[in-house]
């Protein structure tokens, strides 16, 4: 018994003493608006993304959170837009994402409802800065402004 909670305790200590791996995404869509989602847990506005599950690549984990959390379909991935990995960035848990730019297709429907209550496009004009979950300002910014960005 007492073996068994030593390797319990050390599984849990590398599963939480160690970042998640995620990737968050910029869905394009044809006429150029970007895609957003409305979080149930603070109420902003967010980027797709989620976490890269046991098996997936960082493609595969895309497609499967795009249909989840926008109900749009995967045309094609196209810049690395960044890294970020500062343990701040999420308040949740310390979380590394892979930020690409997307281009989608489809219509646009939330399927996890117990995460998220909307989904809508916005010009880039009319992004929601400062409404915004978790660091996706600078995230967005940095997209806009033709970034590649290690942080």
């Not at 409305?38 to 797709?48: A, I, K, N, V």
């Not at 046991?54 to 991935?77: M, N, Q």
Request: hydrophobic letters at 40%.
């Amino acid at each position: 018994m007492r073996r068994l909670w030593h390797i319990g305790k050390t599984v849990l200590g590398i599963m939480f003493r160690h970042p998640i791996i995620g990737t968050t995404f910029i869905p394009i869509l044809p006429d150029g608006r970007i895609v957003l989602v409305r979080r149930r847990d603070d109420g902003c506005w967010s980027l797709p993304g989620g976490i890269v599950e046991w098996g997936e690549d960082i493609p595969t984990t895309i497609r499967r959170e795009l249909a989840e959390e926008t109900g749009l379909e995967l045309v094609a991935i196209g810049r690395l837009v960044g890294v970020y990995s500062a343990f701040e960035r999420d308040p949740r848990m310390h979380s590394i994402s892979v930020l690409v730019e997307t281009h989608v297709q489809g219509t646009m429907k939330v399927h996890d409802t117990l995460e998220l209550s909307d989904v809508r496009a916005f010009l880039p004009t009319e992004l929601p800065f400062g409404q915004l979950s978790h660091d996706h300002d600078r995230l967005l910014q940095d997209y806009l402004n033709n970034k590649t960005t290690l942080a």
